[in-house]
């Protein structure tokens, strides 16, 4: 498969009829030198205040349960001021890495570390979990994001896991991750259980010498309460208070009422308050299927940067990551949705990078699609509601580059909002704009549910693995001819080479409408063998 030290090792050991995940895990990370020279014992009260950041070599572990629940009573009373929560402790404090709240119960932001969660369990605290829509409980270095990617500026990665060992433990209830690395080198998983999660089990991008021995995932969250629009609604208040304190008077004028930014905010910390304190909550939030509304998957691997936009194409000598990895007796269970293709509006005005976070389509300013379903009313005129409102009037004021984000709405769809006699459909074709389809809430590309997803990966074996039950329960949307987001795979390879899947059994992939495969190939790849 490769000449790499990985799959140098396992062959080696293989040979000699020793287990091939010990062998290198001795070349890699002498486990009792880091116990030696570092030993910690972690606890709940240790994750009070917030992230634990693991920054030196050592030997972590556990010693009882970990429910992440940074929140006091004061943070659910001041519901308005939820994403300054990391401001509190001097050691987030002007972190751009926290702005969007805690983005994990740990990091690891250094080389030689052995986490071990000595059979505990890693888990979201109830209100956490519906007010922290992005998390992952280990996060493999100080940012989810390297520089300028995401839906704001995280300020890159300055600490990266490297020869890492993660064993021996469960890692449940989570809003989008179980662990989640960017650009690491030698990650080793082994014994660990994964469930309740929202969007993947395993996320890394950008990884090189990855061995995931004997880890189970065992579904997706089952009984979400919210939808996607709760994400849009917590994002947004940061920017509508960065423009009330410049100027409390600047409004939008909805269907001949003036909504300043601190009536826009008011409304939506009623809405939050219902969710939270109302057992019996019907309101735009809701969930109503219990299952999440994007597209879910088991485990992804993917080259250096995001996996949001389309399928990436072949691998060339300009990709970073994602090669020598392998997975053995792993199992994927359960991988289901009901996923919601939102529509979005554009229109040809400039060339935007490739890897553009909110590529081709309006947004508002945390990369949120301004919903062409959620604005309309029965005549096709402009709807009012708490998202595109809100979105709107931060395209109409927002001037600094804090407020704005990643706002990026046509003025005339202000305009049109403002106007409130005229049908959507008069302003696109007046403005040459189209309909955007294909796309989750967050400007995504659906690529339907996966089991296990390989985007652009090198010299990978699959080995002793089961994936069962991907299922796919997403409804048609009347506006759009896309069943992408339907599709369900128990694997994608895509733009990949040197992937072998050696005893690998997959079982009871379904969708309601979309396409069904085992193990689907797309764009081109390169030397991709089924045995």
């Not at 259980?193 to 990855?210: C, H, K, P, R």
């Amino acid at each position: 498969m490769s000449n790499s030290l990985l799959f140098a090792s396992y062959h080696e050991s293989i040979n000699r009829k020793e287990d091939p995940f010990d062998s290198f895990q001795e070349r890699v990370l002498n486990v009792e030198h880091v116990k030696k020279q570092n030993y910690v014992e972690i606890r709940n009260c240790d994750l009070k205040t917030g992230t634990y950041c693991i920054t030196k070599p050592g030997y972590y572990k556990l010693v009882e349960d970990i429910v992440f629940s940074p929140l006091t009573d004061e943070d659910l009373e001041n519901i308005r001021d939820i994403h300054k929560i990391p401001q509190r402790n001097d050691k987030y404090k002007n972190n751009p890495a926290y702005q969007l709240g805690f983005f994990a119960a740990f990091t690891i932001e250094t080389k030689n570390v052995v986490f071990d969660l000595n059979g505990k369990t890693i888990s979201q605290g109830e209100f956490h979990h519906k007010l922290q829509r992005f998390y992952a409980h280990i996060e493999l270095a100080n940012s989810p994001f390297i520089k300028d990617q995401g839906p704001a500026k995280f300020g890159g990665l300055t600490g990266v896991a490297e020869n890492v060992l993660i064993m021996n433990g469960l890692l449940g209830l989570s809003s989008h991750h179980g662990i989640h690395g960017n650009n690491n080198n030698n990650v080793l998983l082994r014994n660990i259980s994964f469930f309740d999660f929202e969007v993947a089990a395993i996320a890394l991008n950008g990884a090189t010498n990855v061995y995931i021995k004997d880890c189970h995932v065992l579904h997706v969250l089952k009984n979400l309460m919210t939808n996607h629009k709760l994400s849009h609604v917590l994002f947004i208040m940061k920017h509508l208070e960065l423009i009330m304190k410049r100027d409390q008077n600047l409004f939008i004028n909805i269907e001949n009422k003036e909504m300043t930014a601190k009536k826009l905010l008011q409304d939506i910390e009623a809405e939050l308050r219902r969710l939270l304190n109302d057992p019996a909550y019907d309101g735009i939030l809701k969930n109503h299927s219990g299952l999440s509304d994007g597209n879910c998957y088991g485990i992804v691997f993917n080259s250096k940067g995001f996996v949001v936009n389309e399928f990436k194409t072949l691998r060339d000598n300009s990709t970073i990551g994602n090669e020598n990895i392998i997975l053995e007796g792993v199992e994927i269970h359960h991988i289901i949705s009901k996923p919601t293709e939102v529509i979005g509006l554009n229109r040809d005005e400039e060339e935007e990078p490739e890897e553009t976070y909110t590529r081709g389509q309006f947004v508002g300013p945390v990369g949120d699609i301004f919903s062409y379903d959620h604005c309309l009313n029965h005549n096709g005129e402009y709807k009012s509601n708490l998202i595109t409102n809100a979105q709107l009037f931060v395209q109409k004021h927002a001037t600094t580059r804090a407020e704005k984000g990643t706002i990026k709405i046509s003025e005339k769809l202000v305009e049109w909002a403002e106007m409130n006699h005229k049908e959507l459909t008069q302003i696109m074709r007046d403005n040459n704009m189209y309909k955007v389809s294909g796309k989750d809430s967050m400007g995504h590309k659906m690529k339907g549910n996966i089991g296990l997803f390989i985007s652009q990966g090198k010299n990978i074996l699959i080995k002793n693995t089961i994936i069962d039950n991907v299922g796919n329960l997403g409804e048609k949307n009347q506006n759009s001819d896309s069943l992408d987001f339907a599709q369900s795979s128990g694997a994608i390879v895509a733009g990949s080479e040197n992937v072998l899947f050696e005893n690998v059994k997959i079982d009871n992939i379904t969708s309601t409408i979309g396409d069904t495969s085992n193990i689907r190939k797309v764009n081109e790849n390169k030397n991709i063998r089924l045995d």
